[in-house]
């Protein structure tokens, strides 16, 4: 779409979006009214690599500077490409650029000319400002990859583009040349920080970059610090919970203090509406929306309301006004299925009736841009509502539902995705008439057979706990990949013969007894706990494995696999071991084992040879095995990092969440709990990469450490399975991040002793 159309197509879009969601800003700015509003700007480009890094900070990919432009070029660390301003900006302020697309082949690479706002400082919570997005369909006002507003907006090699992305109180406009292409409003809030330029691909070159920045007001300045609790409270309610009162009392003072600003009204009753709508005063939020004016905020009090109805479980009314929110604001419709994502995937869905499920389900299929089309875990008992659906789809989860037929889905020829997990009345597949699956996830179901599917196009299988009693549902499945089939009662790997190309398997709580009909030429990942293995020599060949797993089997020695030059991470807890092969003087980078079979010489002798600073970790971790042995008498505190009159230790023994918080309470400590950043010491956190329990825990709805403490640092990382219906427990990864886990998996867990 280019200018022409561009203009055509923007004089409907401000009519639309001045209805509600935007200031009354003018189609066209022309250089000198931008700088009549903004004022003269700071220029950014940089002249050299020296500039580049005195004024950025190079946070993902490459960059180079070309004939006086500040170009993306390949990186092999992957196809991203940003930039950070050293500087950090808040209140009001522009950031623009000129960028062009070198080529072709450079535009194919990727598209995607963005502008970073109010970041903070993991990344995940910006405003992303972008042309040329979603495979260069679209330009976008995204939170992160939450879309709140796009039209249609493709890029071309070789045109000239000026971009600009204003942030002006609550608003957020993107132009190009000159002409504003969307506005929104949002209910996020965000007060990062950190702000930058981001593209994807390289041959994307960018110049004239210019900062434009307004002095801020008082009351502005003291509404960012405020906004900072209420964007805790409302990304996470069941963490923050506690912060909500004290954001309820700050904003009315400041409301109070300067009730001589004309907008100040607005601005504060607009963020206690979403402050209670999160915290579930539905009546408070009704309150705050009627001291609202609807000058330039019906939009945003139509979402509101909309929002309310759902969890209010007055379906009927939140249908309607989600319609309205469709039909009166057609340029916001990305925002508006975002908004009614949010809630589908909540605890709330569950309660939906039946009756509402079309409705709901097939808007948001039809409405959201995201490819993944997630309805996990709300009480779904049929797909007869895809008859309502009108774009195509190849990718759905129906996980943690009552599904008793697919049979609405044998329309979709090809999927690269489909998950049915735990849908427990699902016996076979058949009613996928032949349909191309790529990954298909039939886990604790009662599917015996893939008859119904392509089974030469599958190339991932997950089923696990289906009471599978041997490998025949991969008959025929030659091209598998990667294979999930734990929990099963599987005693032979017969089936596994044919199928060359495995990469990742996991299978472990089963009954199988030898591994030798498993191909491992391009075998990476291998988890194969709780079986009756005592021979593992096949691997020897299996150069290209880098994860083993083979807790809880036979295993006497692992001579074997000690000279696979890309095996990074070893666990073998568990086994009658007697020998750790070549690993006995230059282990992996992680090892966890048992030395309940090994003699005492031996033991000594791995004492010996694990003395240099690179082995420091793999000795201290031998040395608390060997202490364990004394049994109740162990003294584990002696191997503590002391802090703060705390102390802490890794204990490398693979436990059950339940088991680990057993082990500690019985050593008179506790799972790890980090409750000040003082806690985030490297020395105390220095471990061998892995996964680690903590005793951080979400249940029932409250969010803290198993201690009872507070949560104040946050490392929180979720995925799209995870639902906030369920009870959740945590894990510390290799770089700090806290993820969840099932509290049956085993994992060694960090202790911390209080004095």
């Given at each position: 779409?280019?200018?022409?159309?561009?203009?055509?197509?923007?004089?409907?879009?401000i009519?639309?979006?001045?209805?509600?969601?935007?200031?009354?800003?003018?189609?066209?700015?022309?250089?000198?009214?931008?700088?009549?509003?903004?004022?003269?700007?700071?220029l950014?480009?940089?002249?050299?690599?020296?500039?580049?890094?005195?004024?950025w900070?190079?946070?993902?990919?490459?960059?180079?500077?070309?004939?006086?432009?500040?170009?993306?070029?390949?990186?092999?660390?992957?196809?991203?490409?940003?930039?950070?301003?050293?500087?950090?900006?808040?209140?009001?302020?522009a950031?623009?650029?000129?960028?062009t697309?070198?080529?072709?082949?450079a535009?194919?690479?990727?598209?995607?000319?963005?502008?970073?706002?109010?970041?903070?400082?993991?990344?995940?919570?910006r405003?992303?400002?972008?042309?040329?997005?979603?495979?260069?369909?679209?330009?976008?006002?995204?939170?992160?990859?939450?879309?709140?507003?796009?039209?249609?907006?493709?890029?071309?090699?070789?045109?000239?583009?000026?971009?600009?992305?204003?942030?002006?109180?609550?608003?957020?406009?993107?132009?190009?040349?000159?002409?504003?292409?969307?506005?929104?409003?949002?209910?996020?809030?965000?007060?990062?920080?950190?702000?930058?330029?981001?593209?994807?691909?390289?041959?994307?070159?960018?110049?004239?970059i210019?900062?434009?920045?307004?002095?801020?007001?008082?009351?502005?300045?003291?509404?960012?610090?405020?906004?900072?609790?209420?964007?805790?409270?409302?990304g996470?309610?069941?963490?923050?919970?506690?912060?909500?009162?004290?954001?309820?009392?700050?904003?009315?003072?400041?409301?109070?203090?300067?009730?001589?600003?004309?907008?100040?009204?607005?601005?504060?009753?607009?963020?206690?509406?979403?402050?209670?709508l999160?915290?579930?005063?539905?009546?408070?939020?009704?309150?705050?929306?009627?001291?609202?004016?609807?000058?330039?905020?019906?939009?945003?009090?139509?979402?509101?309301?909309?929002?309310?109805?759902?969890?209010?479980?007055?379906?009927?009314?939140?249908?309607?006004?989600?319609?309205?929110?469709?039909?009166?604001?057609?340029?916001?419709?990305?925002?508006?299925?975002?908004?009614?994502?949010?809630?589908?995937?909540?605890?709330?869905?569950?309660?939906?009736?039946?009756?509402?499920?079309?409705?709901?389900?097939?808007?948001?299929?039809?409405?959201?841009?995201?490819?993944?089309?997630?309805?996990?875990?709300?009480?779904?008992?049929?797909?007869?509502?895809?008859?309502?659906?009108?774009?195509?789809?190849?990718?759905?989860?129906?996980?943690?539902?009552?599904?008793?037929?697919?049979?609405?889905?044998?329309?979709?020829?090809?999927?690269?995705?489909?998950?049915?997990?735990?849908?427990k009345?699902?016996?076979?597949?058949?009613?996928?008439?032949?349909?191309?699956?790529?990954?298909l996830?039939?886990?604790?179901?009662?599917?015996?057979?893939?008859?119904?599917?392509?089974?030469?196009?599958?190339?991932?299988l997950?089923?696990?706990?289906?009471?599978?009693?041997d490998?025949?549902?991969?008959?025929?499945?030659?091209?598998?990949?990667?294979?999930?089939?734990?929990?099963?009662?599987?005693?032979?790997?017969?089936?596994?013969?044919?199928?060359?190309?495995?990469k990742?398997?996991?299978?472990?709580?089963?009954?199988?007894?030898?591994?030798?009909?498993?191909?491992?030429?391009?075998?990476?990942?291998?988890?194969?706990?709780?079986?009756?293995?005592?021979?593992?020599?096949?691997?020897?060949?299996?150069?290209?494995?880098?994860?083993?797993?083979?807790?809880?089997?036979k295993?006497?020695?692992?001579?074997?696999?000690?000279?696979?030059?890309?095996?990074?991470?070893?666990?073998?807890?568990?086994?009658?071991?007697?020998?750790?092969?070549?690993?006995?003087?230059?282990?992996?980078?992680?090892?966890?084992?048992?030395?309940?079979?090994?003699?005492?010489?031996?033991?000594?002798?791995?004492?010996?040879?694990?003395?240099?600073?690179?082995?420091?970790?793999?000795?201290?971790?031998?040395?608390?095995?060997?202490?364990?042995?004394?049994?109740?008498?162990?003294?584990?505190?002696?191997?503590?990092?002391?802090?703060?009159?705390?102390?802490?230790?890794?204990?490398?023994?693979?436990?059950?969440?339940?088991?680990?918080?057993?082990?500690?309470?019985?050593?008179?400590?506790?799972?790890?709990?980090i409750?000040?950043?003082?806690?985030?010491?490297?020395?105390?956190?220095?471990?061998?990469?892995?996964?680690?329990?903590?005793?951080?825990?979400?249940?029932?709805?409250?969010?803290?450490?198993?201690?009872?403490?507070?949560?104040?640092?946050?490392?929180?990382?979720?995925?799209?399975?995870?639902?906030?219906?369920?009870?959740?427990?945590?894990?510390?990864?290799?770089?700090?991040?806290?993820?969840?886990?099932?509290?049956?998996?085993?994992?060694?867990?960090?202790?911390?002793?209080?004095?």
């Open positions: 779409m280019r200018l022409f159309n561009i203009l055509l197509f923007s004089l409907v879009n009519l639309l979006i001045s209805c509600g969601d935007s200031s009354n800003i003018k189609v066209k700015k022309e250089t000198s009214e931008v700088e009549d509003f903004w004022g003269k700007p700071i950014l480009t940089p002249k050299n690599k020296k500039d580049l890094l005195n004024k900070i190079i946070k993902e990919g490459q960059w180079k500077i070309v004939d006086d432009r500040l170009e993306a070029v390949k990186s092999e660390k992957g196809a991203g490409h940003l930039l950070l301003l050293k500087k950090n900006i808040i209140g009001d302020y950031i623009e650029f000129k960028a697309i070198k080529s072709k082949e535009l194919e690479s990727g598209g995607d000319l963005s502008i970073i706002l109010s970041a903070d400082s993991s990344l995940t919570k405003y992303d400002m972008q042309i040329g997005g979603v495979a260069n369909k679209y330009a976008l006002i995204q939170m992160y990859d939450l879309p709140m507003a796009k039209i249609q907006y493709e890029l071309r090699p070789n045109d000239i583009d000026i971009v600009r992305a204003e942030k002006i109180g609550d608003t957020l406009n993107l132009y190009c040349n000159d002409i504003l292409l969307l506005s929104s409003k949002n209910k996020y809030f965000l007060t990062g920080r950190q702000n930058g330029i981001f593209t994807v691909g390289e041959g994307k070159q960018f110049w004239d210019k900062l434009y920045k307004k002095p801020m007001k008082d009351y502005e300045v003291e509404l960012v610090s405020v906004d900072r609790i209420l964007q805790k409270v409302l996470f309610p069941s963490k923050y919970r506690r912060y909500a009162e004290v954001a309820r009392s700050m904003y009315k003072d400041i409301l109070v203090a300067y009730h001589y600003e004309p907008n100040l009204i607005d601005i504060i009753h607009l963020r206690l509406a979403h402050l209670e999160a915290m579930g005063n539905f009546k408070s939020m009704d309150r705050h929306l009627l001291k609202i004016s609807d000058e330039v905020n019906l939009y945003d009090k139509l979402l509101l309301k909309a929002r309310g109805a759902y969890k209010r479980e007055n379906f009927k009314i939140a249908q309607e006004l989600f319609q309205n929110c469709f039909d009166d604001y057609k340029q916001l419709s990305v925002g508006t299925v975002t908004n009614m994502s949010d809630l589908l995937h909540s605890k709330y869905a569950k309660k939906m009736p039946e009756s509402f499920q079309e409705y709901f389900w097939s808007t948001y299929i039809n409405k959201t841009i995201r490819f993944k089309k997630n309805l996990i875990n709300a009480n779904l008992k049929s797909l007869a509502f895809l008859s309502k659906v009108d774009v195509d789809v190849n990718y759905f989860n129906f996980q943690d539902n009552d599904i008793n037929s697919l049979a609405p889905l044998s329309r979709f020829k090809v999927m690269k995705f489909l998950s049915i997990i735990r849908n009345k699902l016996t076979n597949v058949k009613e996928l008439d032949n349909a191309a699956v790529r990954v996830l039939i886990d604790e179901t009662k599917i015996k057979s893939l008859e119904g599917i392509s089974r030469k196009d599958l190339v991932k997950g089923f696990s706990k289906n009471n599978q009693n490998t025949s549902i991969l008959k025929d499945c030659i091209n598998l990949e990667y294979l999930v089939g734990n929990n099963n009662n599987i005693n032979n790997l017969d089936e596994l013969k044919p199928i060359k190309k495995l990742r398997v996991n299978l472990s709580q089963n009954k199988i007894p030898d591994i030798m009909s498993l191909n491992v030429e391009f075998l990476r990942s291998l988890v194969i706990d709780n079986n009756l293995i005592s021979k593992i020599e096949n691997l020897s060949t299996a150069h290209q494995l880098r994860y083993l797993r083979i807790n809880n089997n295993i006497t020695t692992l001579d074997s696999i000690s000279g696979l030059s890309e095996l990074k991470a070893v666990a073998c807890v568990n086994n009658p071991l007697k020998s750790l092969g070549s690993y006995s003087k230059q282990p992996p980078e992680t090892l966890f084992f048992s030395i309940d079979s090994m003699d005492e010489t031996y033991i000594e002798t791995l004492r010996k040879n694990w003395t240099g600073e690179e082995f420091k970790l793999h000795k201290k971790n031998l040395e608390i095995l060997i202490e364990l042995k004394k049994g109740n008498k162990a003294d584990l505190k002696k191997f503590a990092v002391k802090k703060n009159e705390h102390y802490y230790l890794t204990v490398p023994i693979f436990f059950n969440l339940k088991e680990a918080h057993q082990f500690c309470k019985k050593f008179g400590g506790h799972l790890l709990s409750v000040d950043i003082d806690e985030e010491d490297e020395q105390i956190l220095e471990r061998l990469p892995y996964n680690y329990w903590i005793g951080l825990e979400e249940v029932n709805d409250s969010f803290k450490w198993s201690t009872g403490e507070t949560i104040d640092v946050d490392h929180t990382v979720f995925t799209e399975y995870d639902q906030s219906s369920k009870d959740r427990f945590y894990v510390i990864d290799q770089k700090n991040n806290w993820s969840a886990r099932p509290p049956e998996h085993i994992y060694p867990f960090i202790i911390e002793w209080d004095e």
